[in-house]
């Protein structure tokens, strides 16, 4: 069998930790590959999310959920991925190759520095997301052994007040999170009513995001957003769970999973 020949390019790659001085080329790379359409949608669209990541990546190093990883071709930015850490899973969150690298080769060469950066005792599983339309990652998720998991929906909605109920809400962080979508352009507050407490984020002027289907059965939760800014829509980016969901749908994406070990192997037996 003949082996396609490396990439030259490749041999002046390097893997390393992003810093601060990273963060505008991350979100250029970002912006560029994300479908322009859903963009509005994540705090990457909004004008505050370089001096939001430059912060993210200056504190990295004391054990932020995230973590950030580049790969530098004659010292530019050539991809990236990010990270979310849990006890027995890295979860690759985002992994972005600029068009002139993708398919070189650069994605595993990526994954596996990564891999040695930031894995931690204790972490087996490697998870991912992607769009179910985007056919290359899911067939590069494959390729390392990763298999579908959830399926996630992205809904959007306007919450509704709810009359003649009685409806009892209070919203914890509100004056910070102002204070955030001020500075940034998003903000993360918790709503929390009898029954649960939410995580909701402001993007932008135009919508809310909440992370958990419960809440359209909340109608407390529903009459707080609406109260709070009655024109901002809610969308919602969960795990469909098997059901069909009620609202219209804007995406669907698909979790992969499998072990870190697997695609080691796979990383390992790649030239590069
Ligand atoms: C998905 C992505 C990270 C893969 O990185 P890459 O550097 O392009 O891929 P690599 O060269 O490391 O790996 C190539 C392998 O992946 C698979 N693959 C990657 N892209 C593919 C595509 N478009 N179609 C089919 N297979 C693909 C194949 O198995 C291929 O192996 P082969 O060449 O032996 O057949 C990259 O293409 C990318 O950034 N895409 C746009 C952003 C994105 O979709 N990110 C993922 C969701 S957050």
Known sequence: MTRVPLDQRLQDVQTRRAVPDDAA???RI??????????????????????????????????TTSVTIVSTYQGKVAAWAQ??????LLFLNHVYVTPEFQGAGLGRVLLRGAIDLVREPGQIYL?????????????????LGMEPSDRVHWVEL???????????WSFDGLVTGLAAQKRFGFSRILLRTRRTAYVIRTLGR????????????????????HTLDPKRKLMIIASGEGREPRYPIVAQSTQVRGRIDTALTVLGSFPG
């Open 30 to 63: 970002f912006r560029a590959g994300f479908p322009p359409s859903l963009l509005p949608y994540t705090i990457y669209d909004q004008p505050g999310i370089v001096d939001y990541l430059r912060g993210m990546l200056r504190w990295q190093h004391v054990g």
């Open 206 to 225: 135009h919508f809310y995001r909440g992370n958990s289907f419960d809440i359209l059965d909340d109608a407390s939760a529903m009459t707080a957003l």
């Open 127 to 143: 998870g991912s997301e992607a769009f179910s339309t985007n056919k290359g990652a899911h067939a590069w998720y494959r390729s």
């Open 83 to 88: 990270f979310h850490r849990h006890p027995t």
């Open 158 to 168: 306007i919450p509704e007040p709810v009359q003649g109920r009685r409806a009892w």
């Open 25 to 27: 080329e991350v979100v």
